[in-house]
Structures are given as C-alpha cells and as structure tokens.
C-alpha cells in the first residue's frame, strides 16, 4: 500500500524514499478535447548526498537497497507497461541518479487511459474499486475535471515502522494542471488557481494526506 502512496511507476525507489525527503510532482496538460500529456516526476535532490552515501550499503531498516541498475531495470519494466496500454503514446522518461529527479511522462486520447496506467499497478482489490471511484474524469457535458483517488492508506501506515514514518513528515504531493479554457472554480479550497486562470497548483504534505486531514481530490470547473 505504502508502494501506491509514494509513486506508482517508481516502485524501485520505495526504499530510498522511505528514508529520505522527497517530492511526488503530477502535471497533467489537458486539451479540450479530452485529450493530454500527464508527466509524473520524483524528486529526491533535497537528499542527495544521504542517498549515494545509501546507495553504498546493502539493507537500511531491514530494507534491501536498490542499486542503479535496479531502479533503472524497474523503470523500464513500468514504462514497457505504459507503452502497452490503448490511449497512450509518446511514452518518455528520463533518471539523473546525480540529482536523483526521476520522470515519465506520455500523451494520453482520453483520461480513462490515465486510469487504465494506474490499475495496471493496482492489486485486484483496488481495481474493483477504481471501477466506481475513477481516478481521473472528465465531464464534456459539464466541462468538469475531476482528480479523485479511493486510497485510505492510514491504517496501513500505522503498522509501519516508526522509523519509515518520520520521512512523510518532510515529504509533499503536488498536482499541476493546466488548461485551454480559463478556470471557472475549484472545490479543493487549498488549490491556487493562477493569473491566467488556465492553470492551478495543489501542494500537500504527504502525512496529511495519509491522516486524511487534507486530499489531493478536487473537482475543477472550465468556462466554456
């Protein structure tokens, strides 16, 4: 469950995340036709210089670290899945293992492919239930988006180690979306919409989220 928190495509990072600050970064650019290009980004730079000293060692907190060859084996596995799925194309990504920032990105024809990409590393259970919360909508009629998500990932957090869990305190979840039309509203008061009114911004600490005392969800209104 931890694994779905932190990031879906970077799995092979689930250790060095849980013992550095990091980042998660969700940009979608979203057309009026439905269509897109969504680039997920992992940004672990602030800890730099505690990961390479890491990367040295073979278990942390009776975790097995991952050496270079194999996150950049893991990426390429998930990425190899993207480029599978109907709706997606111009599947990218790119690891600089100096700064430690790590992308991917893809055009999607329609969000339902976004939500395809997220059950293909889903268990069964969470499919089932992402059948009736989808995690990204769009409503033509209403000219709505819709960021949701059915993960309530607290009880789970709580059998983790204390150790594992003082990293969330400095970790942080971003969406970024952008639009053709101008914004109309949003119903996630902590979104900031900007000047241009095309574009808005949600920053959220990763253990307010994990205690459900913020979401990422929101419900965007576009001008017509």
């Known amino acids: 469950m931890l694994k779905k928190g932190i990031g879906i495509i970077f799995l092979s990072l689930l250790t060095l995340c849980l013992t ?3 980042e998660i970064i969700e940009e979608v650019n979203f057309n009026q036709d439905g269509s897109g290009e969504v680039t997920l980004t992992m940004n672990l730079s602030k800890s730099k210089t505690r990961i390479n000293s890491m990367m040295l060692l073979d278990t942390i907190n009776g975790y097995k670290v991952p ?40 055009n999607f024809t329609h969000v339902d492919a976004l939500n395809t990409v997220i059950s293909t590393f889903s268990s069964k259970e969470d499919v089932t239930q992402m059948k009736t919360v989808k995690h990204f909508s769009f409503d033509k009629t209403q000219n709505t988006f819709t960021r ?4 309530d990932i607290n009880k789970q957090f709580n059998k983790t180690k204390l150790e594992d869990r003082e990293v ?17 509203s949003s119903q996630n008061q ?19 989220i994990i205690a459900n005392k913020y979401s990422i969800k929101n419900q965007i209104k576009l001008d017509k």
């Open 168 to 184: 969330f305190k400095t970790a942080s979840f971003t969406t970024i979306y952008r639009f053709k039309n101008s914004i109309a």
């Open 20 to 22: 550095s600050c990091f």
């Open 148 to 151: 949701n998500y059915h993960y």
């Open 67 to 106: 050496s270079e060859e194999d996150i950049r084996t893991q990426i390429s596995d998930a990425v190899h899945k993207v480029k599978e799925i109907k709706g997606i194309s111009n599947v990218q990504n790119s690891s600089n293992f100096e700064e430690f920032i790590f992308t991917v990105s893809c």
């Open 190 to 208: 902590m979104a900031r919409i900007a000047g241009s009114k095309k574009a808005i911004m949600l920053k959220v600490n990763a253990q307010d």
